[in-house]
């Protein structure tokens, strides 16, 4: 474990923007397996516009909190020679490239036709690739110090 400190240079007034964005897409694509539960079990058109929606808002979000987390893996030297931060961009990719194949599973007049059975099995291994990206995500916060905020003079 490492005591220093590994500043974020994609940051907004010293806040690293990566950890602050990547909540939203983890919220909407896990949230998305529910909505796909719900429609499968109801059959009502409502959830899977929901799941479609989830879906798109999901990648929007992911692509966004990845570029944060880009810039940090290839400006900053020291987070490119941790193993876990490879580790961690992979998976996202992949995660991505999931949610990317979901969304196209849902695009047409019935947004329902492929939940089930392929949509689902696509939101739940994207889920469980959440999982294991979220675990080394937090490895590089609490490890490694990565994006970890400076205290300040005035706190304790």
Do not use: K
């Amino acid at each position: 474990m490492s005591n220093s400190i590994i500043s974020s240079r994609a940051s907004l007034r010293g806040h690293a923007l990566h950890p602050a964005l990547i909540h939203f897409p983890i919220a909407f694509l896990l949230i998305l397996i529910v909505t796909d539960i719900v429609f499968i079990l109801t059959s009502d058109p409502f959830w899977a516009e929901a799941s479609f929606w989830l879906t798109a808002a999901g990648l929007a979000f992911g692509v966004l909190a990845s570029l944060a987390g880009a810039i940090d893996v290839f400006t900053v030297r020291i987070i490119r020679h941790i193993v876990a931060a490879w580790a961690h961009a992979v998976l996202a990719v992949m995660t991505l490239s999931l949610t990317t194949f979901n969304l196209t599973l849902r695009l047409g007049d019935d947004p329902g036709e492929l939940i089930n059975p392929w949509g689902i099995y696509v939101s739940v291994l994207a889920g469980i690739l959440i999982g294991i990206t979220g675990f080394l995500g937090a490895q590089l916060v609490f490890a490694y110090g990565v994006g970890v905020n400076e205290p300040q003079n005035n706190e304790r």
